[in-house]
């Protein structure tokens, strides 16, 4: 086996209890033993990040970012010293950092830093010495020397950004699950694992509703072309490849099927039809800090037309508000809000090539009943909004009409 | 009232919960109205510092010091982080760091570090701006950027230098007691709290059993003249001040009594009575890190002596080994040692001046039925070993006999 480097990451629930965290040290001694080099980031340890919120919000409800920065950034500290500590116990040479000791520089935005520069110099140095270099994820320093970190998903950014500045061979991002599924496979129990997938089809993904891996750091991955593999702590299968380009032995047209339940559709009826007035309402949305996710203009054939946008169900009343104020002073007809709708995706790089994708979705969509209530495309996706209650049965319909059932 | 800068340092009970969390921000926030500029100390949260200790050994029973301090200096790091967001609360401006960001320089002896500097431009520079600063006690980094911390009593260490560094006005060390008492209230009850007491008193104290402050803290206090209040952070009440000297309106000669039962006494009988015996079973003992606390040998009248000394029980059974393998080397006679001692003290400045204390003491102990094993003096000190028995009884014959008691 030839000699790599590899950037291992492992999330807080591969890291949950004891018996855990030395599985995990068994399987990065492994690597050690079979003649690579290791580079392990660490999330906290399971529920540690939300008690450390909880505990600060006992004591204020608005605590202050940089506060919150110090506060959580222990949760990874603690997982570096006990990872290191039991591959210690495995006679394995290890050393800990914190992201401010490896000199994981961000700027100011504390809660959701962003990385300016990636020091690598205190980790050449200790691979050097043959010790396996464990880091703290999620976590950087401001060069004012304040603690930061990165937001959600910012162990994943960590392990990225590492492999990326290190060179690495691989970069594996160990989590719960064996790797991207087709689809949910708790709604569809014939969902198969993925074994490669691109970054813009994972982004398309991750955005659409997967949790596995947050877009920021496929963006990232696919900014400088960082291979990742997903894979499950629990098990020694190989997982799914997110990587520039598949080579598939035959042409998958649909890699996978989303689903997202928690978006609200608002309908501002009879818009006047004129330049500026959309304008003034999604800039209106978006001072409040309201993500508006799709939106339907149609053609106008009166001096009316409609307009329909998404957004997460959790900013609903927020976002009616605000509209209703808005449409007020512009003049609309009335203001309506849906949340008994889904979002319903079908994602794939091979759709470029074949056209009658949409055709096929549209028909499928039909044969179960569910009208479609609004249509979005991208380049490589294709999202419908239907009812709620169509949902599961069509996603079902689709997964396997575009062959991707076991 | 005029403009003091203040150092207060706050223990684990003092920060137990939230309540007692946003109780120390209520006290350090009224001290900020008041005018005067406030650099913080805190100790981890209740028994965090155990805690972290039990999950450490459940992963490695014989862990890595570097990274028992990177693990330890966590619970420091989630104190200073929560009692910033609490006098935010409170509308007071506070910055938190830890001892890596101040810049408390340590030597490179994890666990157990010694301060080789300590950093105060960051400090000043946020006093400056009127903010509250908060330091992480207890922890240090090496030139290198490790964290280490300082041992037991650490955060207190790590206030006094602060107070020597900034020049001080004062130096609060907060705790769950009122001050430091003229001997253990929980077995005299008329046992006073001390208004002012010297560092030698102190440490004598210190040393002798008295549980508040720890040596080292006051040994530097001493060396560098700064003035220590000790006092409760649950009571308005001033505690004791810990000063070079005291000026006294009545002359004190003892000023405590302390008592100490975890000591083990060891008695190597029939020592060979020439040159280099003793040097070679102490130096024994002290290449095995065990300290030895009382020693005594008496005058021999043959060729042979008996040599006894005490060491802390927790260190018994090692000791016992190490003992009588150097002694069967010597040709000693037998090696006995007897746990059912107890070391009572007195202690006090005036007993320079004052002939006849040790005279009275013994007298005490006399009456009490309580024979003499050993006794050990220094210039403010006598110390006697008696069987455990009799101590509480003797310690509270004592505490009346030089006028301590309310």
Known sequence: MSHKLIVQKFGGSSLANVERIQNVAKRVAGYKKNGHDLVVVVSALGDTTDELIELANKINTEPSEREMDMLLSTGEQISVALLAMALHKLKVEAISFTGLQIGIITDTSHTRARILKVNTEKIKEELQKGKIV????????????????????????????????????????????????????RIEPK????????????LEMASLGAQVMQARSIEVAKKFDVP????????????????????RMEEVVVSGVTLNKNEAKITVCDVPDKPGVAAR??????????????????????RKTDISFTISK????????????????????????????????????????HPGVA???????????????????????ISCIIKKKFAETALRALHGKFGLAK
């Open 314 to 353: 959790a900013e609903s009343v927020k976002t009616l508000k605000t509209v209703k104020k808005v449409a007020a002073k512009i003049g609309t007809g009335e203001v309506l809000m849906d949340d008994d709708i889904a979002r319903l995706s079908i994602v794939g790089v091979g759709m470029k090539s």
């Open 359 to 381: 055709g096929t979705m549209f028909k499928v969509l039909a044969e179960n009943k569910a009208n479609i209530e609004m249509i979005s495309t991208s380049d490589i996706s």
């Open 228 to 247: 990742i593999h997903v894979r499950s702590s629990f098990s020694q299968k190989p997982g799914t490849m997110i990587i520039r380009e598949v080579k």
């Open 134 to 185: 464990i880091v703290a994820g999620f976590q950087g320093v401001t060069p004012n020397q304040d603690i930061t970190t990165l937001g959600r998903g910012g162990s994943d950014l960590t392990a990225v950004a590492l492999a990326k500045e290190l060179k690495a061979d691989e970069c594996e991002i160990y989590t719960d699950v064996e790797g991207i599924f087709t689809t949910d496979p």
């Open 281 to 302: 309402i999604f800039n209106e949305l978006s001072g409040a800090g309201i993500n508006v996710d799709m939106i339907v203009q149609n053609v106008s054939h009166t």
């Open 191 to 202: 969902a198969r694992k993925i074994n490669a997938i691109t970054y813009d089809e994972m």
